[in-house]
């Protein structure tokens, strides 16, 4: 730890620690409630319940219930990618198109729709994705599957509306797409002048130049994909709206699957009426959390390396 020299150091160090170990401190009692209720479904199941994929609840014989969850963890991880895949094209394209492109007296209009669409509620996207997205989704899942469904993606005919996997997905991304862009936006704008001046006079074009400057804040934009993979895999009642909330295990993104948080959202209010789904719920959580653990911890292995490589350059 530094000396602390001055006073103002001491009192900075005082305000700021404090504050530091409570946050600290909600975070591993969210990780106690997590685990202290997820305990008597682990006992019961151990393992199981995060690699099998069942639903038998059971009113009037607690041994007979049986819950599995390998469908819901499979469906957030792959909403979560689709997502990615949706969304970091997007957002990297309007945080440059916002920064080099777009005509400086349009720039504040175009980033305050940006910043409007992260603010708009959630629900919002869910409603007009089960509205007008589920239907379009529907028409261009027929198309796939109708000449491209010898590829395991598209495989099985999708269901009208069109809730489904790929539906789920798309909404994600475009709904997380505001979020990634604005972290990207600032990094490219904290860029250095002389290094957009040194590519321009090497004589690089501008898509060259642009292509030379996303690659000096690679952090950044995987910050920004990891915030966007998180915020999708998080995401609770807009998907479940979209999701079709059907236990399915399958590459085919046509189909209804589910996710953890759609499970949650979807159960919870019925959860009490058996012994061990409320627990079953909370074991839900904890797989979450482990997810987005993972997630961060890849992102904070990936930079640490970046740094290295750019260090011994």
Known sequence: MPRLRSRDDRRFFLLHVPTTLVVLMILLSMLA????????????????????????????????????????????????????????????SLAVALEELVPSR??????????LMAATPTIIYGLWAMI?????????????????????????????PGYSIATAGVMLGIM???????????????????LREAAYSIGATRFEAIRLLLGTIKPSILSALALAFARAVGETVAVSLVIGNSFNISPSVTVPGITVSSLIASQFGNAQLYTYMTSFLFAGGLALFAIGLAVNLAAVWFMKKWEEEMGGE
């Open 33 to 92: 409630v997590l685990v202290a209720y997820s305990l008597p479904i682990l006992r019961k199941e151990g393992i199981h319940v995060f690699i099998d994929n069942a639903w038998r609840p059971s009113e009037d014989n607690p041994e007979k219930e049986y819950y599995g969850m390998a469908a819901a963890i499979f469906g957030s991880v792959y909403t979560g990618l689709l997502a990615l895949l949706v969304s970091a094209p997007l957002a990297l």
């Open 106 to 115: 349009l720039r504040g209009l175009v980033a305050t729709l940006s910043d």
């Open 132 to 160: 007008y997205l589920a239907p379009v989704m529907y028409r261009v899942l027929l198309w796939l599957h109708r000449y491209l469904g010898w590829l395991p993606f598209f495989s099985e005919p999708p269901t009208p």
């Open 176 to 194: 997380s797409t505001p979020y990634a862009a604005a972290v990207i936006r600032e990094a490219y704008r904290m860029i250095p002048g002389h």
